[in-house]
């Protein structure tokens, strides 16, 4: 399979910057596990340079991070997206586990103006505009790593960060229909409510479901998709 997708990106979605290595991978990813890149598509170098307007060497770095990630292999003298199916399960584990447990610690460590912003970030997911996809995403974003954050243990916090955008990107936001966006607002609400009452078992319980949620819900999009 070529990387035919590529082709078909908005100039919006296109890296700004030549040497921007953590966008090219950012945004290699997200095709990748939206599922734009299928399992099985070649990735040629040139071709991929060309296609997103960056040059050959930060393209390279976003390569080494993503076959580290194990999102792609080598195959000859280029690379191929892996089977993601399966990556996405091991990280689903991964990071309900290291999210979930953040959580519980963080219960008994949050200020009231961690509470005040996890109110209001969840006033703000209520209330913005279905179409506002960044502004959703960088609401979302915020809201998980202001708990997590408050765990007081800085490793946990770094190992979470290398996972906590691959269920919840613009391409996946364009994927849930109004009630599930809801739902997902309402569901930040009963764990800023859980951790308020300093109750560390459930609210580390919801935030493990609202995970496996967001997990399913992409899986199963990529698989009606195939």
């Known amino acids: 399979m070529e ?23 950012r945004l290699l990813r997200e095709m990748i596990l939206d599922g734009r890149l299928a399992p099985g598509t070649r990735l040629r170098e040139v071709d991929v ?24 292999r080598r195959r000859g ?15 689903r584990h991964i990071r309900m586990a290291l999210e979930g447990y953040a959580t519980r610690l963080a219960a008994s460590r ?13 006033q703000r997911s209520a209330s913005l505009p279905y179409e506002a996809l960044q502004e959703r995403v960088a609401t ?10 408050a765990c007081g243990v800085p490793r946990l916090v770094t190992e979470i960060e290398k996972y906590s955008e691959y269920f919840m ?18 569901e930040h609400g009963e764990i800023v409510a859980a951790l308020r009452a ?20 992409s899986v199963s999009r990529q698989e009606n998709g195939r």
Request: glycine share 4%.
């Open 49 to 72: 340079a060309e296609r997103l307007g960056v040059s050959r060497t930060p393209l390279r770095e976003a390569f080494v991070r993503l076959a580290g990630e194990r999102l792609i």
């Open 77 to 91: 003298a280029g690379v191929e997206v892996g089977d993601t199916w399966a990556e996405l399960e091991g990280i």
């Open 110 to 122: 949050l200020t009231e103006a961690d509470f005040d912003l996890l109110e209001a970030s969840v």
């Open 3 to 25: 990387a035919a997708p590529f082709a078909e990106l908005p100039v919006r979605d296109r890296p700004e910057t030549v040497s921007a290595a953590d966008a090219i991978h």
């Open 140 to 149: 979302n974003t915020e809201f998980h790593s202001r708990i997590y954050q």
């Open 169 to 186: 990107s613009e391409s996946e936001l364009k994927q849930l229909d109004r009630e599930q966006s809801r739902t997902t607002v309402h």
């Open 198 to 217: 300093r109750d560390a078992g459930k609210a580390e319980n919801l935030i493990r479901s609202h995970l496996l949620d967001a997990f399913n819900k």
